[in-house]
């Protein structure tokens, strides 16, 4: 079946410093790839995806680019704020459905 | 649009009783899921709905859970009888059938069983 595979956390970061989350996937069929991310109390967000092969999704300067050679998804920023403080979700989806597949999340936590 | 709205967003149960989590989604989403979130098991999907339709409910965990969408903007989960390994936060997310992986998520409802 469908999996999504993340780095442990959590990952803690002075701001300014460089964040990179890696997230490998297995998916039958050509999934679309998808980062949510979740703030404390909140419900997940979506933050960027790709839909296909090299496509780079990109939002408040995050960015993650599909790489079905090595089906990878990894989510990179080159300077993180504290507001970045959340829990990052890669994700997947096949086929027409719209469901989604989880991986099992990021916490990141940024100090001043 | 207020976005998809889930009550109640705590709930503290005793174990043996019933539970009933409402969920609205965004007007115009004619898809709608349920998940389940733990620190053990992470995010689970538990069932999902196209066009008020259970599509696939492979994810409840037993016939203690069960899920209902009587019209296109509200749909429950309910869990009898309820007992502590239930506790979780249950999340419900709604989505236009076609924008695949594309869900918009409520706050979810944080359940305790005691």
């Excluded at chain 1, 979506?46 to 780079?56: G, N, V």
């Excluded at chain 2, 009550?7 to 899921?33: A, D, Y």
Aim: aromatic share 10%.
């Amino acid at each position: 079946g469908d999996s999504v595979t993340q780095m442990e956390g959590p990952v803690t970061l002075s701001e300014e410093a460089c964040l990179t989350i890696n997230c490998t996937y297995t998916a039958t069929g050509y999934p679309s790839l998808f980062w949510y991310v979740q703030y404390p109390g909140e419900g997940l967000q979506l933050l960027l995806k790709a839909t296909k092969a090299d496509d780079k999704g990109s939002n408040k300067g995050f960015e993650a680019t599909y790489r079905k050679e090595t089906t990878s998804f990894h989510l990179e920023k080159g300077s993180v704020q504290v507001s970045d403080s959340a829990v990052y979700f890669c994700a997947l989806a096949t086929g027409t459905a719209s469901k989604l597949t989880f991986g099992t999340g990021t916490r990141l936590q940024v100090t001043l | 649009d207020a976005g998809v709205i889930q009550s109640p967003r705590h709930e503290v149960t005793e174990m043996g009783q019933e539970v009933t989590l409402r969920c609205k989604p965004i007007s115009g989403h004619n898809s709608l899921f349920w998940y389940r979130q733990t620190m053990m098991r992470g995010l689970e999907l538990l069932i999902y709905f196209n066009n008020n339709v259970p599509i696939d409910d492979s994810g409840m965990p037993e016939d203690r859970f069960s899920a209902k969408m009587p019209n296109a903007s509200f749909s429950t989960l309910k869990i009898q009888p309820s007992e502590p390994r239930d506790s979780a936060v249950y999340f419900c997310a709604s989505s236009l059938q076609g924008a695949k992986g594309e869900a918009f998520f409520g706050q979810g409802t944080r359940l305790t069983v005691v």
